[in-house]
């Protein structure tokens, strides 16, 4: 049995100060809490609480932690358990829960999820194959369904896609 709990990536590491022990990530989280002083967050399978915070600005912030990440490589990503993120509305996914989903338009399988790209008003979906990679927007009229459960996304792209 797996005892190890379903994680959720909240930042990507961007820079390290090793003078000051410093970390700059990429905060991916829509949580405004998330990166309080006292928090844990996991990095390469290990635990850190946050000693310091102070945000660089809206998408970037400075931490400190403890342990020292000493191990933590810049790309590396931080993550929290998945039962500690709040439930969200039908039809609103978390991108980790899309990563990988097989999307077929009608009976036509066009590849997987492989990538998601923030665009602002809505997400794209970065759609690869063997043959190739398609962007597919993330809304309403072309995602028609998505089953989590089931590992696919249903969608039909608009003309000239």
Do not use: W
Not at 100 to 123: A, M, P, Q
Not at 125 to 152: F, H, M, R, W
Request: aromatic share 8%.
């Amino acid at each position: 049995m797996n005892n190890v709990p379903r994680m959720i990536t909240v930042g990507k590491v961007k820079g390290k100060n090793q003078r000051n022990r410093l970390i700059t990530i990429y905060n991916l989280s829509d949580n405004p809490s998330r990166f309080l002083i006292g928090n844990e967050v996991f990095c390469l399978g290990l635990p850190y609480t946050i000693v310091e915070s102070s945000y660089k600005n809206a998408k970037e912030i400075a931490l400190r932690l403890e342990p020292s990440p000493d191990l933590v490589l810049i790309g590396s990503e931080l993550k929290v358990p998945y039962d500690s993120v709040p439930v969200l509305d039908k039809d609103t996914f978390y991108h980790e829960d899309l990563i990988g989903l097989k999307v077929f338009e009608f009976e036509r399988f066009l590849g997987i999820i492989t990538d998601i790209i923030e665009t602002g008003s809505n997400d794209v979906y970065v759609v690869t194959n063997s043959d190739n990679e398609i962007l597919i927007p993330g809304i309403k009229s072309v995602i028609k369904a998505v089953d989590i459960a089931d590992q696919k996304m249903l969608v039909v792209l608009p003309k000239g896609l």
